[in-house]
T-cell receptor
Framework: EPEVTQTPSHQVTQMGQEVILRCVPISNHLYFYWYRQILGQKVEFLVSFYNNEISEKSEIFDDQFSVERPDGSNFTLKIRSTKLEDSAMYFC?????????????FGPGTRLTVL | AQSVAQPEDQVNVAEGNPLTVKCTYSVSGNPYLFWYVQYPNRGLQFLLKYITGDNLVKGSYGFEAEFNKSQTSFHLKKPSALVSDSALYFCAVRDVGNTDKLIFGTGTRLQVFP
């Protein structure tokens, strides 16, 4: 069964450093998402991406965040200058459609720890 | 504003007994509703969804959920719990026509005791 994969599984970085979280969505999916889950809190939407453009973003997704689909398979989330409060589990998801009828498939997550 | 409430942080049930994990939602339009399960150190796995049609939807691993529009609820149920069902369960809603994002509840930890 096809699945979303994410690398690395755990990333430790110093405050102020740049990090790139990588995701490989399911191959025939066209809609891509990033969510995050701060320890003990709910899963929060960050951004959605379709046709090489951001289609929606939350208030959390400020200028420090960016997303990119650099090739036909990868989808990345970049945090330019990490803060302590960016420590969280980051989930990538993909879907075959953007109308919400099809479910979003989630990857296993990348745990980001900012020291 | 869209929101999802899962009023119970934890649900405890004995193996073989029926289980219910509660979820209520608030959206401005029609909802698409989802349940996901998260096992330790794993991502969110899709269980089932309500889009339209029958209010009772069946999903993976014997789970089902009932959509109740008047009560704005979408409770997750299973007739006979297994120890292996122990996990964190998330309800999520999408506000149809307004957004592509999922709004998640805070999660309910299900503990099934042998």
């Amino acid at each position: 069964e096809p699945e979303v994969t994410q690398t690395p599984s755990h990333q430790v970085t110093q405050m102020g450093q740049e990090v790139i979280l990588r995701c490989v969505p399911i191959s025939n999916h066209l809609y891509f998402y990033w969510y995050r889950q701060i320890l003990g809190q709910k899963v929060e939407f960050l951004v959605s991406f379709y046709n090489n453009e951001i289609s929606e973003k939350s208030e959390i997704f400020d200028d420090q965040f960016s997303v990119e689909r650099p090739d036909g398979s990868n989808f990345t989330l970049k945090i330019r200058s990490t803060k302590l409060e960016d420590s969280a589990m980051y989930f990538c998801a993909s879907s075959a459609d953007g109308q919400g009828v099809r479910e979003q498939f989630f990857g296993p997550g990348t745990r980001l720890t900012v020291l | 504003a869209q929101s999802v409430a899962q009023p119970e942080d934890q649900v405890n049930v004995a193996e073989g007994n029926p289980l219910t994990v509660k979820c209520t939602y608030s959206v401005s339009g029609n909802p698409y509703l989802f349940w996901y399960v998260q096992y330790p150190n794993r991502g969110l796995q899709f269980l089932l969804k309500y889009i339209t049609g029958d209010n009772l939807v069946k999903g993976s691993y014997g789970f089902e959920a009932e959509f109740n529009k008047s009560q704005t609820s979408f409770h997750l149920k299973k007739p006979s719990a297994l120890v292996s069902d122990s996990a964190l369960y998330f309800c999520a809603v999408r506000d149809v026509g307004n957004t592509d994002k999922l709004i998640f509840g805070t999660g309910t930890r299900l503990q099934v005791f042998p």
